[in-house]
T-cell receptor
Framework: AQSVSQHNHHVILSEAASLELGCNYS??????LFWYVQYPGQHLQLLLKYFSGDPLVKGIKGFEAEFIKSKFSFNLRKPSVQWSDTAEYFC??????????FGAGTRLFVKA | KAGVTQTPRYLIKTRGQQVTLSCSPISGHRSVSWYQQTPGQGLQFLFE???????NKGNFPGRFSGRQFSNSRSEMNVSTLELGDSALYLCASSPTSQRGYNEQFFGPGTRLTVL
């Protein structure tokens, strides 16, 4: 069965630290990849997406992610986090069907 | 454009009861998906509808059902509620897609508590 694994459930960083959140999926075919973010008290919203082309994709608020097909990974990065990045981050995979699989989420807390 | 709306926002029920949750997608979006969100489990896919047809279903018991109306609004129903059904139920709409991989726009969710 297809699955998405997010390695860290909780991450605590100080402001200006660099961030990398891991995401691995299990599916051998073509995938479409997403990172969603849920800020406290807000709806889930799209951070960035990869469908095809350049494996390094840029999203909102300075986030980027790199698709590495050989590693089945789609890690999220940000060079310098801010207190306002405190949120829960979800990696999601769609394999072309009408179903998107989400990871369990990573809660990020940024200390001011 | 107005976002995805879900009603009610909060619901408290007792075991054995049934519940119906409603979702209105963004205008023009014909695909609606439902998810159950619980701490530590992330979002678990329930089902997806497009033009009143269920195109995919997750691994939930038959107590969970849904439907979509001609105006794309969707409802989900949970019968014979169990304590473990307590969760945030999220609805997401997506632009028309034949290939199934568009981004999704989420509503605020309905927080269901089963006592």
């Amino acid at each position: 069965a297809q699955s998405v694994s997010q390695h860290n459930h909780h991450v605590i960083l100080s402001e200006a630290a660099s961030l990398e959140l891991g995401c691995n999926y299990s599916y051998g075919g073509t995938v479409n990849l997403f990172w969603y973010v849920q800020y406290p008290g807000q709806h889930l919203q799209l951070l960035l997406k990869y469908f095809s082309g350049d494996p390094l994709v840029k999203g909102i608020k300075g986030f980027e992610a790199e698709f590495i097909k050989s590693k089945f990974s789609f890690n999220l990065r940000k060079p310098s986090v801010q207190w306002s990045d405190t949120a829960e981050y979800f990696c999601a995979v769609n394999t072309g069907g009408f179903k998107t699989i989400f990871g369990a989420g990573t809660r990020l807390f940024v200390k001011a | 454009k107005a976002g995805v709306t879900q009603t009610p926002r909060y619901l408290i029920k007792t075991r054995g009861q049934q519940v119906t949750l409603s979702c209105s997608p963004i205008s023009g979006h014909r695909s609606v998906s439902w998810y159950q969100q619980t701490p530590g489990q992330g979002l678990q896919f329930l089902f997806e509808y497009f033009s009143e047809t269920q195109r995919n279903k997750g691994n939930f018991p038959g107590r969970f059902s849904g439907r979509q109306f001609s105006n794309s609004r969707s409802e989900m129903n949970v019968s014979t509620l169990e304590l473990g059904d307590s969760a945030l139920y999220l609805c997401a709409s997506s632009p028309t897609s034949q290939r199934g991989y568009n981004e999704q726009f989420f509503g605020p969710g309905t927080r269901l508590t089963v006592l």
